[in-house]
């Protein structure tokens, strides 16, 4: 009796803790990976806004494997001892690159100030059954944003290193 009865205040005592941990409002990391963008729920609203915040992600994600590319391209030419013309093929890469930053950070913060009337607008959607799709496609839509907003500034800074050491090895 007495171990039945500990069982059962054991339970009690960890059932809550564990669905506690799995109700809190943070990610984890797998879930970060795993951002995903969700199929369209017919509403042109929240459809044109999700899509519109993971063009961003998606474009952010592409901007981290052009900028390794890059890099690797310069370690290359650096250990080689050679130059590259000023006109060179990864210095146009490189500004062309500065300027999708500065055009995604203005479409960062304009689809930002949209987000707060986006969450309201999904839970108004008819019919009623599309509320649940609408607001997960919301929350995803925000949570790829933020990841946008959190590694636009260290590609900011990634790309003016990488400028920086291209024309230092750029040929007069």
Not at 83 to 104: C, N, P, T, V
Not at 126 to 138: E, Q
């Amino acid at each position: 009796m007495k171990q039945i009865f500990a069982l059962g205040l054991a339970l009690m005592l960890i059932a809550p803790a564990y669905s506690f941990k799995n109700t809190l409002p943070f990610s984890t990391p797998e879930e970060e990976k795993d951002l995903k963008r969700p199929g369209d729920i017919g509403d042109s609203e929240v459809d044109g806004f999700v899509n519109q915040s993971f063009d961003l992600y998606e474009s952010t994600l592409a901007t981290d494997k052009n900028l390794k590319t890059i890099e690797t391209d310069l370690e290359k030419i650096e250990k080689e001892g050679n130059k590259i013309k000023s006109d060179a093929d990864i210095l146009k890469r490189l500004y062309a690159i500065q300027g999708e930053l500065r055009s995604r950070d203005d479409k960062a913060k304009e689809l930002d100030n949209k987000a707060v009337d986006m969450a309201k607008h999904a839970k108004e959607i008819k019919p009623i059954n599309k509320v649940p799709k609408a607001t997960k496609n919301v929350n995803s839509a925000t949570k790829a944003l933020d990841k946008t907003k959190e590694m636009t500034p260290a590609q900011v800074k990634k790309t003016e290193e990488l400028t920086a050491r291209a024309k230092k090895i750029t040929e007069d």
